[in-house]
């Protein structure tokens, strides 16, 4: 998967996205609560992880995210640099904001994969739905 280059080195700070509503349409705020806010190297991981998602093959759902990420930099009071939205059920995550170049915003990625797989687990660790 392909994240937005100038953003990446940027990123300092990812909040974790449980998101309960949208985005309907590509470009639109995901709603939710943000249930980790991962800094500096966890955040540097994270991004490196979600970077080597494998592509792959369109699966139809309706795209339903259920988890997403807001990258920030350096300075706390301004918007984020991008966000995305991941559906693990038709495997495509959208990703907008003033980083995001062209072509960029829709991609497929393999939910099945295993960085995949961990990033979810994380996601899901983040928000108290697994451990102890």
Known sequence: MKLPATAVGATTRLDVVRISAGPERWGEPMTGEVTARWEGAEASRALALIGKFPTAQPNL?????????RAYGADPAAPPLF?????YGCDEAWLWGPTVPHGLGRQLFDSDSPNAQYVLLRFREAAGMIGP
């Not at 759902?61 to 990420?69: E, I, R, S, Y």
């Not at 966000?83 to 559906?87: D, K, L, R, Y």
């Open 61 to 69: 759902c309706g795209f339903a995210p259920g988890w997403g990420v």
């Open 83 to 87: 966000e995305a939205a991941f559906c």
